[in-house]
């Protein structure tokens, strides 16, 4: 407990008060983090029901720490007592930061920042946690657009350590280093993200989900098999499917088919006939009690009949941990080669991020870059996909490691 107090409160930040829209999944999240860390946060919403739900989920999230002796019940009342919930949009004109987490779409978007903006002060920073949007679009709405930024919490915001802190091209310098600052005086990991699709993990994470998909499409393994490759020898928590699974089949499609949609259709990140049917038929996984795998109403999970062995090849569980692992690695190094974020940024965004074992960049540095190059060149040599290409830093590195230059 006096390990959790010490954490808190940093009152040298010069963010006090904070402004969250929306008080959904992850703006009741969010409001919870900053009230931790001694901020005084007033969180709107559209529908009074959003606001009763986020204050009712609060108090049971509250009694549920106390029940594992991780807070005492005064500090559970110091976080309540942080956090405001209000029904008008020009209640948050005194924040010095505003996080908008509302509905993903670019219109209201811009339509609640550019009203925002008529209420709060010129220094107040203007954040969104958006997943998909470009940032700088959303910032083009606002007067003065260096104050917005992006800050991008996971799912759920208080137990996820990473954020992504995404500067438009219109972000100033000063808007950066404050929000930084702050989201570390949050007690969370920073990673700093270009503006562009899926920014780091949504774009890094994609062969996690698409080549499992696609190594299922062409019968060389089931769901069950897969999963059982990427636990037992990549020591992942969840097996792609599994994950899918968690995350909704709904929700990771239309990830994917933003992605390749905003990437120019680049062959990479192709979203898949099988997880598109899943989502149609509603299978959508744990929330619909029934996706790749079946789960019951106490939420154990159980192998479906289809799901079964059936690969038509026996092949290697190493066989297709490896295929899937140096996709992962090829579109880590490739973000490095764009310049998406720096090698520290890319690995803590998985490790923190998704909770990968390890970081994508150092696997690659362990399995030594001859490796990575040779195996993605003979995914490349039998399909002949550019969806195979392997990326210009893994090569370069490669021949560097040879002496080549
Ligand atoms: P949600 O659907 O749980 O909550 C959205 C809330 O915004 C609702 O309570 C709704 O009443 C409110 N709202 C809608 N329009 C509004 C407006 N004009 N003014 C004020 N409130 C309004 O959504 P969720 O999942 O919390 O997502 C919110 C944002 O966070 C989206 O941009 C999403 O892409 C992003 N995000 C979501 C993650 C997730 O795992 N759910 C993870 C990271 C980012």
């Not at 008060?17 to 946060?41: D, H, L, N, R």
């Not at 946690?129 to 657009?145: D, M, Q």
């Not at 137990?159 to 570390?184: D, G, H, R, Y």
Request: glycine share 6%; charged share 25%; aromatic share 10%.
């Amino acid at each position: 407990m006096e390990n959790q107090k010490s954490k808190i409160v940093n009152q040298q930040s010069l963010i006090k008060f904070v402004g969250i829209i929306g008080s959904g999944t992850m703006g009741a999240g969010i409001a919870q983090v900053a009230a931790t860390a001694g901020c005084s946060v007033k969180i709107y919403d559209t529908k009074t029901e959003a606001l009763e739900k986020a204050k009712a989920d609060l108090e049971k999230i509250m009694d549920r720490l106390i029940e594992k002796e991780k807070i005492d019940s005064e500090e559970k009342k110091r976080i309540q007592n942080n956090i405001q919930y209000v029904n008008s949009l020009k209640e948050l004109k005194n924040s010095d930061l505003t996080i908008e987490a509302i509905v993903e779409n670019l219109e209201v978007k811009k339509n609640v920042f550019s009203t925002l903006e008529k209420f709060v002060s010129d220094d107040c920073i203007i954040a969104s946690n958006t997943s998909s949007l470009s940032i700088a679009s959303i910032a083009s709405a606002l007067k003065n657009p260096e104050r917005c930024i992006g800050i991008h919490f996971f799912n759920p915001a208080p137990l996820m350590k990473l954020v992504e802190v995404i500067p438009a091209i219109q972000t100033s310098e000063k808007t950066l280093q404050q929000s930084i600052e702050t989201i570390k005086n949050w007690q969370k990991t920073v990673a700093v993200a270009k503006d562009t699709p899926g920014f780091i993990v949504n774009r890094v994470a994609r062969p996690f989900y698409g080549e499992a998909l696609r190594i299922y499409e062409e019968g060389i393994a089931s769901f069950v098999e897969i999963d059982s490759a990427m636990k037992e020898i990549g020591n992942f928590k969840m097996g792609p499917f599994e994950l899918m699974d968690f995350i909704g089949n709904d929700v990771n499609y239309t990830v994917t088919e933003t992605v390749f949609e905003a990437f120019y259709f680049d062959p990479r990140y192709k979203p898949s006939f099988t997880q598109k049917r899943f989502a149609e038929a509603g299978y959508l996984g744990r929330k619909s009690g029934k996706g790749y795998y079946n789960y019951s109403e106490n939420g154990e999970m159980s192998v479906r009949a289809q799901s079964g062995t059936f690969s038509k090849e026996n092949v290697a569980a190493e066989y297709i941990f490896e295929r899937i692992l140096v996709m992962l690695i090829n579109e880590a190094a490739d973000a490095l080669f764009w310049n998406i974020a720096s090698a520290e940024d890319i690995d803590n965004a998985m490790t923190k991020g998704v909770n990968y074992p390890k970081g994508l960049l150092a696997w690659a540095d362990e399995k030594g870059m001859d490796w990575c190059v040779k195996k993605m060149d003979e995914l490349y040599n039998i399909y002949h996909e550019d969806r195979y290409r392997c990326s210009p830093l893994l090569r370069k590195m490669n021949l560097e490691s040879k002496n080549f230059f």
